[in-house]
């Protein structure tokens, strides 16, 4: 029988009550839960507290009979009585999480995307970890305090990525460069991105530091990190979209590494995205901003026009060939004597639309497109499965046509691994890897021959090609808007830039179409200006200003005719235009607002004051994302 532990008494010493310092006001925001408690907050703070509070120091205060956490945006001293005030709980940590920049920051954040600040706050700033805190020495403070931000010529460019060289090389050569002139912010799209960039950095001897800062890293680690920018004098801080808040006192640049990519906008409330945050950063801190990419997007398309941002291009010209598809073929009879010449020179790159095997299924009898009893479309995973509902994973067993019980099976749109049947069977005895989500390649065999990769899966590590082949260039671009038409470019583009010297882009697509011509060059201005002319012509980005509403179904048609109302009244611009998204799948509306650009900020102090006015009078909570990637996020 397993003993009993003897009781143990507790000693409780006895503490004397801290005093209120008699005139220090904190100023403070707090996270309510509530987005329309989104004002400045005051308190009184201790005389112990005082020493320990800075801005930007994080803090416990009471707040409607409960203890919620609190960031310092100012301190003031008040010669009138603030008895009536509450007092400071406790002081979070000894280092502040944020800069007076980076309260100002947050602040115009939160006017331009209709937020609350808290919310932000949250995105931005690490998760505290109360070991980590303890592990930094107070003494540290005077360091942060002596740090002053100083007053620069802005300079905005958009770099294009050059050919025959790894992009990934480009930027880290351009961190460096800004680096010789002061801290460095480095944003890229993902992780694996970040991986990339650190590995190149990792063989140089560097007399400075760099410090990772993304969502891969440890809770710890990462807050530990975020702690250090703020500390670290000459730093080159390398992470994700998130790294964008990092408080960096000397900073001097911020780099966007591919710009077009969509993991730079945020999916969930506030949904900002990167680029017009940097701007807006950069606009506070007087800091010089570098774009990178391949086809610059629309927003930054007509900042060029407008000679707000330099464009620099390398001078080069690829050796590029066309060739039609005449009866729906998946290589053209002329493209496979010259992929076999390419072949024997080296290994050749393969561009494909879309993973998986077959993501539409026809009858090859009557041709009508096989769906599922939910009204999905059937997808075949391999050769000899049956076909799998796309969106409830019915399997369906003995398929037959539903229009002419026809059994025989049409593959409509090829995904990656039918191309790599077909492409094995044009081709024998040729070793071939494959590269999609999940499986991404960093390297590639010595002894593959062939590559094939759909967008945004190209192995990381640099290798040149003997050939690059642009499989399916028509259905490529049947893009459904001009955002994935611009995505489109960039991935020719990307895919281009890894052919050698000597080889050779083949695109199965029309001779004649300017996508051509624009490889060849090394120049993407008439396919920008070609988007450009038509979202100015349908009245879309970045000629206007789009904020996609979500609220419950109920409400819709009340809230639609009180924006329609809105505009008579000329609380929105006359010239606004309001539809209706229906999905009858879904519980929630969609209701899209769109404006002229320059009354953006119009827009967007509307649909703040809306959003607080519902939740003040409990009516169901709207989402307001205002310029997103797409309209049916």
């Known amino acids: 029988m397993q003993s009993v532990k003897p009781l143990r008494l507790k000693r409780e010493a006895y503490k004397e009550p801290s005093k209120a310092h008699p005139h220090t006001v904190v100023n403070v925001w707090v996270d309510s839960g509530l987005s329309h408690l989104d004002g400045i907050f005051s308190y009184r703070c201790t005389s112990e507290q ?10 416990k205060v009471p707040f409607n009979s409960r203890s919620c956490e609190a960031i310092v945006v100012n301190i003031t001293e008040s010669q009138d009585s603030i008895e009536q005030l509450k007092t400071v709980e406790s002081v979070l940590g000894n280092i502040p999480v944020a800069n007076r920049a980076l309260i100002d920051f947050y602040q115009l954040m939160a006017k331009y995307w209709a937020s609350d600040p808290y919310s932000l706050v949250k995105q931005g700033i690490p998760s505290r970890v109360a070991s980590v805190d303890k592990s930094f020495e107070s003494s540290i403070l005077a360091k942060v305090e002596k740090d002053n931000s100083f007053r620069k010529s802005r300079q905005n460019f958009f770099l294009m990525h050059s050919p025959h060289k790894s992009a990934y090389r480009e930027i880290a050569e351009l961190a460096l460069e800004r680096m010789k002139l002061g801290s460095t912010l480095l ?10 960039v650190i590995q190149l950095l990792d063989v140089k001897n560097l007399d400075f530091d760099f410090i990772r800062l ?8 990462r807050y530990e990190n975020y702690l250090r920018t703020s500390l670290e004098k000459n730093v080159l801080v390398i992470g994700n979209r998130s790294a964008l808040f990092a408080p960096i006192h000397d900073l001097d640049s911020i780099i966007v590494g591919f710009e ?4 730079y906008f945020e999916k969930k409330h506030p949904y900002w995205n990167t680029r ?13 901003v570098y774009f990178t990419g391949y086809v610059p997007s629309c927003e930054m398309a007509q900042k060029i026009e407008a000679r707000e941002i330099k464009f620099v291009a390398p001078k080069a010209n690829l050796n590029t060939l066309a060739f039609p598809q005449t009866k729906g073929e998946l290589l053209p009879d002329r493209l496979i004597p010259k992929i076999r010449k390419f072949l024997r020179e080296g290994t050749v790159l393969f561009l494909v639309p879309r993973k998986g095997y077959a993501n539409a299924l026809l009858c090859a009898k009557c041709r009508n497109m096989a769906l599922c009893k939910c009204g999905s479309r059937l997808v075949v995973t391999s050769q000899n499965s049956d076909p799998v509902c796309s969106v409830c994973s019915t399997s369906v067993k003995n398929w037959q046509c539903a229009w002419c019980k026809g059994t025989t099976r049409y593959v409509a749109a090829r995904g990656i691994d039918r191309f790599h049947e077909e492409i094995g069977r044009a081709f024998p005895n040729t070793s071939i890897q494959l590269s999609s989500a ?3 390649l960093e390297d590639v065999a010595e002894k593959t021959k062939i590559v094939i990769a759909t967008t945004g899966a190209i192995p990381g590590n640099a290798k040149d090609y003997s050939a690059v082949v642009l499989l399916e260039g028509q259905r490529f671009l049947a893009a459904t808007s001009t955002r994935y038409e611009e995505l489109v470019y960039e991935s020719f583009f990307e895919a281009a830039s890894h052919v050698n010297t000597k080889g050779s882009v083949l695109i199965i697509l029309d001779s004649f179409h300017p996508l051509v011509a624009a490889i060849t060059k090394w120049n993407p201005a008439g396919l920008v200006k070609k988007i450009l002319r038509e979202n100015e012509d349908a009245f879309l980005p970045p000629f206007s200003s789009v904020a996609l509403i979500t609220i419950e179904k109920q409400d819709a048609i009340l809230l639609r005719n009180g924006l329609i109302k809105s505009i008579k009244d000329e609380r929105l611009p006359v010239s606004s235009q309001i539809f209706r998204l ?6 929630k509306t969609k209701i899209v607002v769109s404006v002229p650009a320059e009354n953006r900020g119009v827009l967007a102090a509307f649909l703040h004051e809306l959003a607080r006015k519902r939740a003040i009078s409990k009516k169901s909570s709207v989402s307001i994302a205002l ?3 797409t309209l049916s996020q």
């Not at 005082?50 to 803090?59: D, F, P, W």
């Not at 077009?260 to 993991?263: A, G, N, R, V």
């Not at 017009?276 to 010089?288: C, G, M, P, T």
Request: charged share 35%; proline share 7%; aromatic share 6%.
């Open 214 to 221: 993304d969502s891969s890293l440890p809770r710890a680690q």
């Open 276 to 288: 017009d945050s940097v701007f807006l950063r950069a606009q506070i801190e007087k800091v010089s």
């Open 260 to 263: 077009k990519s969509e993991q």
């Open 50 to 59: 005082k020493n320990y509070i800075h801005v930007g120091s994080r803090l």
């Open 582 to 587: 229906n999905d009858s799948d879904s519980e």
């Open 187 to 196: 944003l890229l799209p993902d992780s694996k991105d970040v991986d990339r």
């Open 627 to 629: 310029d997103p990637f």
């Open 438 to 440: 999940p499986n991404i």
